[in-house]
């Protein structure tokens, strides 16, 4: 019975590189949502998808950033071209209903540092 | 449009104490209102939730909520503190997908 699963815990990268993080819903979820947690600030939303689809963007910078979650497979969150202000926690939350009747449960996150 | 403001970004009490977090919020619907606690180094677990009906909702370890609509409000409690309370607490509101997050309070418990 795994919860929502994100890999990698931590990821260091330098300046202009890429960074992909994954995240795998709870088992029967197929909404997932990823929000930003940078230092001493509460969670951001920045992107909401269900299977193959992207359904609400409205938190992702425009640019270098971007989002799937595929038919199989986990759903990733890549940045292309890192910057220091990129340095943040990531978090997946997931839930089987694309409403909040049913809450979100959340992953552990991936912790991003850039050099 | 919503948003969350959770008055005092650090809040400390003894052992035993009652604890007290508070969480007003905006919005122009219904909102849908939760409390979640993150430990160091971990994601977000949800403590209690409130969608419809009941304004005084019970939550896991102890903790419970009440929305007041008349005063936009949601505040986090609890009769006495553990010190395994200690961590980072976040009232969250919704509507429909996505939730929007105060900064967070983080609660020390002294012996």
């Known amino acids: 019975n795994a919860g929502v699963m994100q890999n990698p815990r931590h990821l260091v990268r330098r300046r202009g590189q890429e960074a992909r993080l994954r995240c795998s819903p709870m088992?029967?979820?197929?909404?997932v949502y990823w929000y930003r947690q940078l230092p001493e600030e509460g969670l951001k939303f920045m992107v909401y998808l269900q299977k193959e689809n992207i359904i609400d963007e409205s938190g992702m910078p425009k640019e270098r950033f971007s989002a799937e979650f595929p038919k199989e497979g986990p759903s990733i969150l890549r940045i292309q071209q890192v910057v220091r202000g990129d340095s943040a926690a990531y978090f997946c939350?997931?839930?089987?209903?694309?409403?909040?009747?049913?809450?979100?449960?959340f992953g552990d996150g991936t912790r991003l540092s850039i050099l | 449009a919503q948003s969350v403001t959770q008055l005092g970004s650090h809040v400390s009490v003894s052992e035993g104490a009652l604890v007290l977090l508070r969480c007003n919020y905006s919005?122009?619907?219904?909102?849908?209102l939760f409390w979640y606690v993150q430990y160091p180094n971990q994601g977000l677990q949800l403590l209690l939730k409130y969608t419809t009906g009941a304004t005084l909702v019970k939550g896991i370890n102890g903790f419970e909520a009440e929305f007041k609509k008349s005063e936009t409000s949601f505040h986090l409690t609890k009769p006495s503190a553990h010190m395994s309370d200690a961590a980072e607490y976040f009232c969250a509101v919704g509507s429909q997908g996505n939730l929007i997050f105060g900064k967070g309070t983080k609660l020390s418990v002294k012996p």
């Open positions: 939350a997931s839930s089987p209903v694309g409403t909040l009747t049913q809450p979100q449960h």
């Open positions: 088992k029967g979820h197929s909404h």
């Open positions: 919005s122009s619907v219904p909102p849908y």
